[in-house]
T-cell receptor, first 113, second 113 residues
Framework: DAMVIQNPRYQVTQFGKPVTLSCSQT?????MYWYQQKSSQAPKLLFH???????NEADTPDNFQSRRPNTSFCFLDIRSPGLGDAAMYLC????????????FGPGTRLTVT | GNSVTQMEGPVTLSEEAFLTINCTYT??????LFWYVQYPGEGLQLLLK?????DKGSNKGFEATYRKETTSFHLEKGSVQVSDSAVYFC????????????FGTGTLLAVQP
């Protein structure tokens, strides 16, 4: 089945130690998104890629970076995780344009110790 | 700016009870409206959507009607099942070039046998 895959499902990192979360898709979608979802809060868009074009949300901290080496993969890099970065990170994909549904992966739960 | 407000949970119901989860929005223009569901340990799944005023989205017995006059998109189901236990998110997508979703904070539904 076509899907959005996130690895790992659970990630523990130390305060200040860089961490990378991975997302892959078999849907061949143009657009890939990263959302941050803190406990009992709404998912919040961090950034998205439209093909190779990177689109950062205005309030996304510089500590968060992303890479998309090809259509299928997208990475979220947190350069120096703080305790406040502990959250569920959701990857989603969609076709191009404004009428396409977003398909979400299962998420990676990040713990910062 | 654009925002979504939904009723706080948890909502606890007995099986076969009637469900309403309220959702109101603030947006410029005429957004598209969505309900997503998140089952334990899984990513978000699109439940239903409506793209213009008076549209009714429906899926799996759930319904929601796009009410422009009250800026609302309340989710309803006539008879809930234990398997409907999940977190439900209302979301909007503003008109324009971006496919950005803005979510409400989610409502946890717990259905007891």
């Amino acid at each position: 089945d076509a899907m959005v895959i996130q690895n790992p499902r659970y990630q523990v990192t130390q305060f200040g130690k860089p961490v990378t979360l991975s997302c892959s898709q078999t849907l061949n979608h143009n657009v890939m998104y990263w959302y941050q979802q803190k406990s009992s809060q709404a998912p919040k868009l961090l950034f998205h890629y439209y093909d190779k074009d990177f689109n950062n949300e205005a309030d996304t901290p510089d500590n968060f970076q992303s890479r998309r080496p090809n259509t299928s993969f997208c990475f979220l890099d947190i350069r120096s995780p703080g305790l406040g970065d502990a959250a569920m990170y959701l990857c989603a994909t969609s076709g191009a344009g404004t009428d396409y549904e977003q398909y979400f992966g299962p998420g990676t739960r990040l713990t910062v110790t | 700016g654009n925002s979504v407000t939904q009723m706080e949970g948890p909502v606890t119901l007995s099986e076969e009870a009637f469900l309403t989860i309220n959702c109101t929005y603030t947006a410029t223009g005429y957004p598209s409206l969505f309900w997503y569901v998140q089952y334990p340990g899984e990513g978000l799944q699109l439940l239903l959507k409506a793209t213009k005023a008076d549209d009714k989205g429906s899926n799996k017995g759930f319904e929601a009607t796009y009410r422009k006059e009250t800026t609302s998109f309340h989710l309803e189901k006539g008879s809930v099942q234990v398997s409907d236990s999940a977190v439900y998110f209302c979301a909007l997508r503003a008109r324009g070039a971006t496919n950005k979703l803005i979510f409400g904070t989610g409502t946890l539904l717990a259905v007891q046998p």
